[in-house]
T-cell receptor, first 116, second 114 residues
């Protein structure tokens, strides 16, 4: 069975500082994808970043980057130069191409507050 | 690109009535659509997966006769909550996936059953 664990229910960071959200997962699959989604107070789920397991290079999207450690099954999200608009719930998600319809497994989420 | 709309965004109905929620992929063909339910401050709970032209696959514990899903085209899926009751009040989110593994989410529908 696949599981995704986010061990930090809540976090806060000062504006302009850097914060790292952690995510670990468990799978026996070798080919899979990992995602971070952001859910602001509007509750719209927004894709932040994705990582293919077969790529060793860590994905980067502007101020967002990941630290993907395949052997450790760890997928953390680093947010640099935090902005007030980054305040949101962040969900880590996992999928494998072998799952029916690319079903996602979500973590329980981390609530991030950016303090002005 | 990869925009998903959902309608209505808010619905209030009386107990016993049925409510239909539409999910549309606006700029891509969605081979698979997903329906989720989310309670406050919790993660997304998958209700069902639907592929165009075939019957939806429901997760364990989800009543298929209560939550009717129709994926009539590659851009439209509907969720009908039949004979809604107050316990069905929740936030419902759809997502769509094309010929790739990423899911793109609609803005969600808040359902309140009185």
């Amino acid at each position: 069975a696949q599981t995704v664990t986010q061990s930090q229910p809540e976090m806060s960071v000062q504006e302009a500082e850097t914060v790292t959200l952690s995510c670990t997962y468990d799978t026996s699959e070798n080919n899979y994808y990992l995602f971070w989604y952001k859910q602001p107070p509007s509750r719209q789920m927004i894709l932040v970043i994705r990582q293919e397991a077969y790529k060793q290079q860590n994905a980067t999207e502007n101020r967002f980057s990941v630290n993907f450690q395949k052997a450790a099954k760890s997928f953390s999200l680093k947010i640099s130069d935090s902005q007030l608009g980054d305040t949101a719930m962040y969900f880590c998600a996992f999928t494998s191409t072998f799952f029916r319809g690319n079903q996602f497994y979500f973590g329980t989420g981390t609530s991030l507050t950016v303090i002005p | 690109g990869a925009v998903v709309s959902q309608h209505p965004s808010w619905v209030i109905c009386k107990s016993g009535t049925s409510v239909k929620i539409e999910c549309r992929s606006l700029d891509f063909q969605a081979t698979t659509m997903f329906w989720y339910r989310q309670f406050p401050k919790q993660s997304l709970m998958l209700m069902a997966t639907s592929n165009e032209g075939s019957k939806a696959t429901y997760e364990q514990g989800v009543e298929k006769d209560k939550f009717l899903i129709n994926h009539a085209s590659l851009t439209l899926s509907t969720l009908t909550v039949t004979s809604a009751h107050p316990e069905d009040s929740s936030f419902y989110i759809c997502s769509a996936s094309g010929a790739w593994e990423t899911q793109y989410f609609g803005p969600g529908t808040r359902l309140l059953v009185l």
